[in-house]
């Protein structure tokens, strides 16, 4: 049996991650891209992009944050940008953008990096795969 405070954390991250699926209306790109990321308060670690857009990127690094908490990511010679954690699972975070990214800079990142035709992308983890479904069916994660 849950306790009422674990039961309020996977609501909220259930809701947290139905609106960050519902905000995507912006070009998402698959890519590979080297970043930076990390806590307010921590240092930041290495991370590579696998899911980019203006509203937001999935990144595949050891970061030990949680739902909800403020990550900054950084591309080598781009100031920072903030962004909330919407979902952290075995090395592979979801995050949304605090103020959506300018096009031109999505554009330039991508660019940068190596970006996949949808049929070629990477596969992602299996749990990641059942934390989607779940989240997108409403079911308690």
Same mark, same amino acid.
Request: hydrophobic residues 45%.
């Given at each position: ?19 960050? !699926? ?11 891209? *080297?970043?930076?990321?990390? #806590? %307010?308060? &921590? ?39 903030? !962004? ?11 995050? *949304?953008?605090?103020?959506? #990214? %300018?096009? &031109? ?37």
């Amino acid at each position: 049996m849950r306790s009422s405070g674990e039961q309020g954390m996977q609501t909220n991250v259930a809701v947290a991650g139905a609106e960050f !699926a519902n905000r995507r209306g912006a070009e998402r790109f698959a890519l590979d891209l *080297a970043v930076r990321i990390g #806590l %307010a308060d &921590a240092p930041s670690t290495e991370a590579r992009l696998s899911d980019l857009s203006t509203g937001g990127f999935r990144a595949h690094g050891a970061l030990e944050a949680r739902a909800g908490d403020q990550v900054w990511l950084r591309l080598t010679g781009q100031l920072p940008v903030a !962004a909330k954690l919407v979902w952290s699972n075995e090395g592979v975070h979801g995050a *949304a953008f605090v103020e959506p #990214l %300018a096009p &031109a800079l999505v554009r330039r990142m991508v660019a940068l990096g190596t970006v996949y035709e949808e049929a070629t992308r990477p596969e992602r983890p299996a749990a990641l795969v059942d934390l989607l479904r779940r989240t997108r069916e409403g079911q308690e994660l």
